[in-house]
């Protein structure tokens, strides 16, 4: 069985750090590559961040892109999104999410390719 568990969400004033990680089990992690996506109020998810299976390539959001590093360490089996100059628009439940395709050479962004997911991970970012 497949799980994927967040951690390190909460609150922070405008301008701060938080990091969030994402423990996977039931998968061979180091075969996979993994994403964040967030999702706001009454609307759909929104790709974050994903980093390949060896961790050297990563795609951003534009909206991210400059504030926020994806990272893994596939001897803990834990993903990461170290996010910095946090702005209250980024005030979101995040979600980490592992490939459907194992080895893949194109990072994708949409939610349908990720076959589970976390169960998420509320961030709340002050003005």
């Known amino acids: 069985q497949v799980q994927l568990t967040e951690f390190g969400g909460g609150l922070v004033q405008a301008g701060g750090s938080l990091r969030l990680s994402c423990a996977v089990s039931?998968?061979?992690?180091?075969?996979?590559?993994m994403s964040w996506f967030r999702q706001f109020p009454g609307k759909e998810r929104e790709f974050v961040a994903a980093v390949n299976s060896g961790g050297g390539t990563t795609a951003y959001a534009d909206s991210v892109k400059g504030r926020f590093t994806i990272s893994r360490d596939n001897a803990k089996n834990t993903v990461y999104l170290q996010m910095n100059v946090l702005k209250p628009e980024d005030t979101a439940v995040y979600y980490c999410a592992i490939d459907r395709l194992w080895l893949r050479t194109v990072l994708v962004r949409r939610e349908d390719e990720y076959e589970y997911w976390g169960q998420g991970t509320q961030v709340t970012v002050s003005s």
């Open positions: 039931g998968r061979t992690f180091g075969y996979y590559a």
